[in-house]
């Protein structure tokens, strides 16, 4: 019943100032003759951080599990187990004496305390605080501040630093900095994140940059931070996103996409991996994270192109008109030819039909479709050649027209 122990978690970040603490209440403890208390700190783990406001998990914070133990101050057989703060409304508020065991901590707040009672002196006067004080016998004693020490022979100033010190550490905001109300370690676990943003993209059709905000559209990283940190965001929606049934299994291939890039020469694919390799993101690097879905989206319509490509066959017949619906594959700009003073664009433009068959087009026209509108196009064919394994169909005075969908 001798030893007292404090076990809780904090912030990783505040393991220094709860070192300070019981350091500085250790200092103030040694003045009144009282042992001082020995401090273990754990190593960081992630935690989840839940959102005071709505209870949603957010997230996770480092964290670290802190305890605190010593002794119970103890003379002659007495402990002073609880200080009673009376207000002036009658009500008595009790605060156990810090890391309390549990069961003497359930026995003392059992007892039954009068205001203003001192069995020590016996004076009935107004007071604002005493304290409950237990004898091994287990007899219990409530006290006046000036009769604790003389009853007990335990220093009441001595106790009160150790109450005020350790008092601290339950009543420390340990969120610190926080930006938009959240605190500024919380970090969002990379398959929620992934599985978030797949969701959205699934609503939204395709995956939107922030390079894109002119078109009046929210940029699919802002929505997923939106879906993490924006309080206003329509409860209504984000149950929309987690209703979303294909998200996951889209998440989990685009992390693996993402991971197979770490080490690659290519700068972005590199960053991609080693965020997607981790467990959790800084909030500052979910754009870049996010972007991993339309880079899985592109490689994966690459590569249905390619299978369907190797089906390709020549079309028609030099000379021919023909008329064809299809997806431009490829944009590449060419040299410029000039004319004088003249400069004429020209640009290489890819399609290719629901059959595989791919088209190819040199244009000097003044506008051209963009990659990925589907077109009715019409051309002339003027030859037919093979591109590596793929067979093309060479068209020249093509007219392409995008397709208008037409509602259901």
């Not at 500085?24 to 003045?31: F, I």
């Not at 294909?246 to 770490?262: H, K, L, N, T």
Request: aromatic share 8%; charged share 25%.
């Amino acid at each position: 019943m001798n030893s007292a122990a404090m076990r809780f978690d904090i912030p990783a970040t505040s393991a220094s100032r709860v070192r300070r603490l019981v350091e500085a209440t250790n200092t103030r403890a040694a003045v009144h003759g009282l042992t001082a208390y020995s401090l273990d700190i754990s190593a960081p783990f992630l935690a989840d951080y839940e959102d005071p406001f709505d209870g949603r998990i957010v997230g996770q914070r480092p964290t670290v599990t802190v305890t605190i133990f010593g002794e119970i101050p103890r003379h002659s057989g007495w402990t002073v187990v609880a200080r009673l703060d009376h207000d002036e409304e009658g009500e008595t508020i009790l605060s156990l004496f810090p890391g309390l065991p549990d069961e003497l901590a359930q026995e003392a707040s059992g007892q039954r305390v009068i205001k203003n009672v001192c069995h020590g002196c016996k004076v009935a006067r107004h007071r604002s605080a005493t304290y409950l004080a237990r004898h091994d016998s287990g007899e219990y004693r409530q006290l006046g501040t000036t009769c604790v020490e003389p009853y007990t022979g335990l220093p009441i100033k001595g106790l009160e630093a150790v109450w005020r010190g350790f008092g601290r550490l339950k009543e420390s905001d340990w969120d610190g900095d926080s930006e938009g109300g959240f605190p500024a370690d919380l970090r969002v676990v990379v398959a929620e994140a992934l599985r978030v943003a797949a969701a959205v993209v699934l609503q939204d059709g395709r995956f939107y940059s922030r390079s894109e905000e002119w078109k009046n559209v929210t940029p699919t990283a802002d929505s997923v931070s939106a879906y993490f940190f924006d309080r206003r965001a329509p409860m209504e929606w984000r149950a929309a996103i987690d209703a979303e049934f294909d998200a996951p299994s889209i998440a989990a291939a685009v992390r693996e996409w993402a991971v197979q890039g770490y080490g690659s020469t290519s700068d972005y694919r590199h960053k991609v991996g080693q965020l997607a390799k981790a467990e959790t993101v800084d909030p500052r690097h979910l754009s870049t994270l996010v972007s991993a879905i339309a880079g899985w989206h592109r490689d994966q319509e690459k590569a249905a192109t390619e299978r369907a490509a190797r089906n390709s066959k020549p079309q028609g017949i030099k000379g021919e008109r023909l008329t064809v619906t299809a997806t431009v594959t490829t944009v590449i700009e060419l040299e410029e030819r000039h004319y004088g003073y003249h400069a004429q664009r020209r640009r290489l433009i890819k399609f290719q039909d629901q059959e595989g068959h791919v088209y190819v087009w040199f244009s000097s026209a003044a506008t051209v479709p963009d990659k990925g509108d589907e077109v009715e196009l019409t051309g002339t064919v003027k030859d037919h050649s093979t591109y590596g394994e793929v067979a093309q169909t060479v068209l020249t005075r093509c007219r392409a027209t995008q397709r208008q969908l037409t509602a259901a």
